[in-house]
């Protein structure tokens, strides 16, 4: 019943940076993981970070130039990007889960909820 509602998507240049928010109707989820997903077109839905407390998971692919963080009195989940590249266009989505994040926390099917998506495209 938890919903999520993403924010900050847009078109930036290559080198660039932006901020994602999610936000949780409730506090449902605060101390259980949360993550970030994305998913460009014709390829599979793939872990870009996750968090609980102060563990954070981040793909390899991302490690150095992305930083998760949230905001429990907000319920606020954020993902800061910078240095895009083009190959980090797609739809990201923000996904929460009961309990920890594990060695699983880039499964999508361990999540239980998710934010409808927001749009990330990163141009040459």
């Known amino acids: 019943q938890v919903r999520l509602v993403e924010s900050g998507g847009g078109s930036v240049q290559a080198g660039g940076s932006l901020r994602l928010s999610c936000v949780a109707s409730t506090d449902s989820y605060s101390g259980s993981c949360m993550g970030w997903f994305r998913q460009a077109p014709g390829k599979e839905r793939e872990g870009v970070a996750s968090?609980?407390?102060?563990?954070?998971y981040y793909a390899d692919t991302v490690k150095g130039r992305f930083t998760i963080s949230r905001d429990n009195a907000r319920n606020t989940l954020y993902l800061q990007m910078n240095d895009l590249k083009p190959e980090d266009t797609g739809m990201y989505y923000c996904a929460a889960r009961y309990g920890g994040c594990s060695f699983d926390w880039d499964s999508p099917r361990k999540y239980t909820s998710w934010g409808q998506g927001t749009q990330v495209t990163v141009s040459s």
């Open positions: 968090t609980r407390i102060s563990l954070t």
